[in-house]
Structures are given as C-alpha cells and as structure tokens.
C-alpha cells in the first residue's frame, strides 16, 4: 500500500519544524526532518559531511544533485525499514528540481499521493523569531527565550539549549532570499494540484496547531 505524502513547506523561521513534529504526533505519522539529517551528516565530519557544512554554514541551500541522493537513500531505508501510515515531510522539497526528483522517488518506492501544508510568517516576525530560537542540543526541542529560564532543556535531562550557528542575522538573511528565489516557486507548483492549503503562523503555538490540524484534515483523501 502507498505512503501518503505531507509537505511541509515555508520560510525559515516560520515553526514548520515545530509544527511538522507536533502533527506528526498528532496524526501518528513519521516525521522526516531533512534539516536534522543534514546536520547529523555535517557534524559527522566526513567528506560529504565537509561538502554540506560549506553550504549550510553560510544559509546557502545545499545543490540539488547532492540533496536528491541524500534523501532517495534515506526515504528508501525509512520506508524499507520502518513504514509510517503517512510521512511527513519538513524542509525537502525545496526547490522545484527537487519536488520533480521526489515525484519520481515517490513513483519507486510507493510513496503517495502528495498533499503540501504551507506556513507562512512576514519576514520582520522571521528575522526576530530566529534570532530567540533556542535548540536543544540533545532531543532537538525548540524553544523561544522568553519560554526558557536557564539553558537546560525543560523537555529532556541533560540536553543544553543553543543557538544555531545558521540562526545568527547575517546567516538569516540569506537563508531568507534563498527562500524567496528558489523555495518560494514551489507555492505555484503545488499550487495547480489543489492540494496545497496555507496557514499563518502568527499566533501562539496551541493557536497555530488547530489551524495546521484543520489543514492537514482539508488535504486528507476523503
Ligand atoms: P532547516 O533545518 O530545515 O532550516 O535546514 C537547515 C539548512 O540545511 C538549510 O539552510 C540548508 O542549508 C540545508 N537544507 C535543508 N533542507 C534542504 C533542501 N531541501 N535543499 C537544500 N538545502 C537544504
């Protein structure tokens, strides 16, 4: 039986981590977060690892050739190992040439059909977003400031809260423009299958949840 397919997509700094992991749970599917596995490949310090840390580093997105292995290897593993009842999918695609490779690694592996959540946040409430963001550096939490008191992590024992080295202002700005030039098209791209539906994310989180639940059951095949 195929895999039914959630996009996430949106801006850095919008909560599509957040709120992708959050559904995920709620739903009970899989949550499939690129960003961390791209992370975990980089710390690995291998030369792939080298290769994606000079991309990341700088806010850029990592090339379309490279990303596409990645995640067709790991999308088989996780369907050959461990198959969700639906996957979620936060931060991949992100460019067309990427949702054009995953439709035909979906046709392989029998993932599908795709329906995409987008989330959406004005550029000023990013910039400041990011900047409070706290990560924790052992469960993958993510706090804003004024939530935390210290910077142990509430949520795990042991895990410290950091701020991500691609979450600094300058760093942010270009993860931004990236968005707009080479994301952003994608809106129209899933835009024309009817199954896209946007959420604003400028309410407190319990608020947002509703509204991305309301959209994931929109987009659910009736
Ligand atoms: P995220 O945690 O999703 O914000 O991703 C962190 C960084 O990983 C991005 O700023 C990019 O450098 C890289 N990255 C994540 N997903 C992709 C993707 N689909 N294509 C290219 N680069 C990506």
Known sequence: MSIPIIIFLGPPGCG???????LAERAGAGH???????????????????????FMSKGLLVP??????????????????????????DGFPRTVAQAEA????????????????????????????????RVCNKCGAIFQTHEISSQQCPKCTGGQLIQRDDDKAEVVRRRLEEYKAKTAPLLQF???????????????TEVVRERVYGAYKQIQPK
């Open 32 to 54: 499939f977060d690129l960003g961390s596995l791209l992370r975990g490949i980089a710390k690995s310090g291998s030369p792939r690892g080298v290769e994606l840390t000079g």
């Open 102 to 133: 995953l439709e035909k690694v979906a046709a392989a592996i029998e993932l599908g059909p795709v329906s995409v959540i987008n989330i959406n946040l004005p550029d000023e409430i990013i910039v400041e977003r990011i900047a409070n963001r």
């Open 64 to 89: 379309d050739s490279l990303i596409i292995d990645i995640v067709r290897d790991a999308l088989a593993e996780r369907v050959r190992t461990n198959p969700p009842p639906a996957l979620l999918l």
């Open 16 to 22: 599509k981590g957040t709120h992708a992991k959050l």
């Open 190 to 204: 899933y835009g024309k299958t009817g199954k896209l539906v946007s959420v604003v994310s400028d309410a407190p």
